[in-house]
């Protein structure tokens, strides 16, 4: 399972909240390059780490291979395409995204080009291009109420799958 989005979408949030119903090992990409060093180097005009893809999937291989896995990265041009039964892309409207990005200390350009990433659905047409388009889902992310009806979705295929491959 895979859930791609721009920071701020509630991908983190519904990640670990449905690791906690289904009892499946959640791992959010960003923290585990964080506790890994996996990058190799640093982009100055975003401010941030690049990624090593590579070693992300070196340090992933085992434990994708066992299943029952929930991955929360930003991104997903990058994982084998075997991995995933199903991909979940989160979309939050602007007016929410751009407070929540700015609580979080985005400004200038890195605002602005996530905002932008989002308007533009960057990050939905890369996951339709990486995988089969049936298994590429898109779920509103502004509310609450929201959240609840993702988590309710999800829990449901989650519990057909299982009946359909046991």
């Known amino acids: 399972r895979r859930r791609p989005g721009t920071p701020g979408v509630g991908k983190t949030t519904l990640g670990k909240e449905l690791a906690s119903r289904t009892g499946m090992t959640y791992i959010n990409v960003g923290d585990m390059a964080k506790e890994g060093e996996l990058y190799e180097g ?59 990005l700015e609580s979080r200390g985005y400004k200038g350009k890195k605002l602005q080009d996530n905002i932008q990433c989002e308007i533009f659905q960057t990050l939905y047409e890369e996951a339709m291009l990486s995988y089969r388009e049936e298994i590429v889902h898109q779920l509103p992310s502004n509310t609450p109420e929201d959240l609840e009806r993702n988590l309710d979705q999800i829990m449901q295929w989650i519990e057909q799958w299982m009946k359909d491959n046991n």
Do not use: A, Q
């Not at 100055?44 to 990624?51: G, Q």
């Not at 291989?61 to 029952?68: L, N, V």
């Open 42 to 100: 640093f982009d100055e005009e975003y401010d941030c780490p690049i990624l090593d893809e590579d070693r992300v999937i070196d340090e992933l291989e085992d434990k994708m291979s066992e299943g029952g896995v929930i991955v929360d990265y930003h991104g997903c041009d990058f994982f084998p395409e075997r991995w995933f039964h199903i991909v979940f892309v989160l979309r939050t409207e602007n007016s929410f995204l751009y407070d929540r």
